[in-house]
Structures are given as C-alpha cells and as structure tokens.
C-alpha cells in the first residue's frame, strides 16, 4: 500500500505498510513534519516503515540520527515548541531510557508547568518484544513506565487498521507527546480490507470490543490481542465464548467498556506484553477493584512476561513469553473453576515460529 487514497482498493494491508503510509501521510500533509531516527534513510528504513522517505521528502526531513537519545530527543522537544512536529524513531524501545530526563521531565510537563501557553505536540515510536534472542537490554516493553506519567499518551497498535487510525489522529489533535510501541513479530502480519475498515470507523485512542463473548472478557495489548483472538477462536469450538477487548490505548483506559463487558461476563484476564508486577494488568485490577468487584464470578488472572530479565536462548524464551497454549489453559480454568477444566488447548509454545521466524539482528 503506497497511497493513502487508494486504501480502499487494497484487498490486504501489512503492519509495516501501514506504518509507511502513515508516515508518508504525516510528511507529505505538513511541512513542518519531520522524521528522526537511527537509520531512517537507510536502505532498510526502520523495518521497511521509512523506506525511501528521505529522497521523496528529503534528507533535511528524514534525518538519521547518531547514537545520542538523550540529546537527539531533547532536540526534538525543541523542534515541538518552536512549531515543528518530529516523530522520532527508537529502533528499540530499551534505547528510549536514556531519554527519560527529556520524556518525563520536560515534554510531558511543559504544558501543565506554563498554564498552557507550551505544548510539545511529537511522536515517539518505540519497537517492542522478541525476536532473535536479543536479551535482556533489547526486548523489554515499557508501555507501564510511560502510561504512569500524566501528559503523556501511550499506544499499543495491535493491528494495521489500528496504525491507520490512531497515527493520523494522534498527529493531527493531540497536542502533547504520543508514544506508541510497535511490536516488531507483527510488521510482516496482513489483515484484510474490512478488518481495517472495521478498525478505521472505531474511535482513536479508545479502546474496542474486537470480538464479543458471554463467558469471559479477555482484555489485551498488543500482540496480545491476536493471542487473544486465537484462542477465543479455538476455545469456541468447545463451547466456550470469550469477549475480546483491544485496550490499546494504555494510558487513557476506557474503563466503561472494561466494566460493561465484566458485568456481562463475570471473568477478566488481562493479557499484556510486559510484567505484570506495577503494570498495565495490575491497573487494570485497581479499576475493577474501585468500580465494581461485585461483578466478579472469580479472581482476576493475569498474564505476561516472567518477573525476570529476558533470557537470551531460545528455549528459555519460550518458557519467558506467554503463549497460545498456555493463554488458552489460563482463561479456561478461570471460567471452569479448575487447572483439570478437560478442555484440549492448542500446542503451541512460541509466538515466534507462528508470526515471524527470525534468521538475524534485524
């Protein structure tokens, strides 16, 4: 996909496309958009989602930038109170640590520390989860960290439709920092053109019910989400019917929608890409503890990475990373009451023989 106005002709449509439509949109709408990253004008560009911008826009617009987050997005706080708009690209979402003074203490605060007469309007693109083994340093998901700041909003697009929805709507009215984290076993996935029409007519930056259940609500992140699906596709066959929530946007909750379908269900497991410890899943707890633990049949289950550093081999990250098989035992013995629930789940122990198989660093 090329062109953003012939989405309508284009009958599949990849996470990377997405993203490299998106971006082209955002240049090509307003010249005071600008692109900084490592290796955005490279002959990969970042995954294949800057491809090619930098001849059509120029290299004064498509900037590669040096191994300084700090300074480079210290800059770009800078370019977004002197009017301009950079979207900057973390090829890992490790490497924006060293950006946190600038992230935290500067562009989510200006507008509150002003009384509005500041704002920093930016994107910040951060690539999460496993590929290769990459360790403990280059896997992590952090979405937690940045959620927890007020003045910033986080997404986690779990879908091609999502990115065309939520990019184009987060460049054009928030006018504070948007972070989104990419993940990277997702950007070769392609969905169909009514899946994205579907995603396109939804609100941006909420929340959606992409699949409706009766049993149990499932709320999701990322590539969570598509865990998620499957399993809610496999577990049907045996009678069970579970609710599928996107949260993705993790720092704006919709709260309504969470409450709505536990009411219906009376079971919720969260599903996130990251700890659960302090996390995405234990606020997703604090909400239901506040709003209505009444509604609950059963204790909350959560699921995500293991409370340790991400191991490098790959058997052991198999073991580290939740999965379809064990994704689709947890939430049938929630709704069963029992670990000996007698429902066959799927055998399937790594995400990353089933999205994306990785033969090298990039």
Same mark, same amino acid.
């Given at each position: ?163 065309? @929805?939520?990019?184009?709507? *987060?460049?054009?009215?928030? $006018?504070?920092? +948007? !972070?989104? #984290? ?5 950007? &070769? ?41 499957? @399993?809610?596709?496999?577990? *049907?066959?045996?009678?069970? $019917?579970?609710? +599928? !929530?996107? #949260? ?5 909750? &919709? ?108």
């Amino acid at each position: 996909m090329s062109e953003s106005n012939g989405r309508d002709q284009v009958a599949q449509v990849t996470y990377r496309e997405a993203l490299a439509s998106t971006m082209r949109d955002a240049l090509a709408l307003s010249e005071r958009t600008i692109i900084v990253g490592q290796g955005v004008n490279d002959h990969k560009g970042t995954f294949g989602t800057t491809l090619g911008l930098h001849e059509e826009f120029g290299a004064d617009r498509v900037v590669d930038s040096p191994l300084a987050e700090e300074g480079l997005t210290g800059i770009c706080v800078g370019m977004a109170l002197g009017g301009l708009y950079p979207i900057q690209v973390h090829i890992r979402a490790d490497f924006a640590l060293l950006a946190m003074n600038q992230l935290v203490n500067l562009a989510a605060k200006y507008k509150y520390m002003f009384g509005g007469r500041f704002s920093v309007p930016m994107m910040v693109r951060m690539i999460i989860g496993r590929s290769w083994g990459q360790g403990a340093q280059h896997s992590q998901s952090l979405q937690s960290l940045f959620a927890h700041i007020p003045g910033l909003t986080v997404l986690m697009p779990s879908s091609a439709g999502s990115i065309l @929805a939520n990019y184009p709507a *987060a460049i054009a009215s928030c $006018d504070g920092p +948007v !972070i989104s #984290l990419e993940h990277r076993l997702m950007y &070769d996935l392609q969905w169909d053109r009514r899946r994205v029409q579907e995603d396109l007519s939804r609100k941006p930056l909420s929340a959606a019910v992409v699949r409706p259940g009766n049993d149990v609500t499932v709320v999701a992140t990322s590539i969570m989400v598509l865990e998620a699906l499957r @399993a809610a596709d496999h577990l *049907a066959q045996h009678g069970l $019917d579970a609710e +599928v !929530i996107d #949260l993705n946007c993790v720092s704006h909750i &919709d709260r309504g929608m969470v409450m709505d379908s536990l009411r219906k269900t009376g079971h919720l497991l969260v599903a996130d890409t990251s700890w659960r410890a302090y996390g995405v899943s234990a606020e997703i707890c604090r909400v239901v503890c506040e709003e209505g633990p009444q509604f609950l049949k059963a204790p909350v289950e959560t699921m995500g990475m293991a409370p340790a550093s991400c191991p490098t081999a790959k058997a052991l990250e198999d073991l580290y990373y939740p999965n379809l098989t064990t994704l689709s035992h947890r939430i049938c013995a929630l709704v069963k009451g029992t670990e000996h629930h007698g429902i066959t789940v799927p055998s399937e122990a790594s995400m990353a023989d089933v999205y994306k198989k990785f033969k090298g660093p990039f």
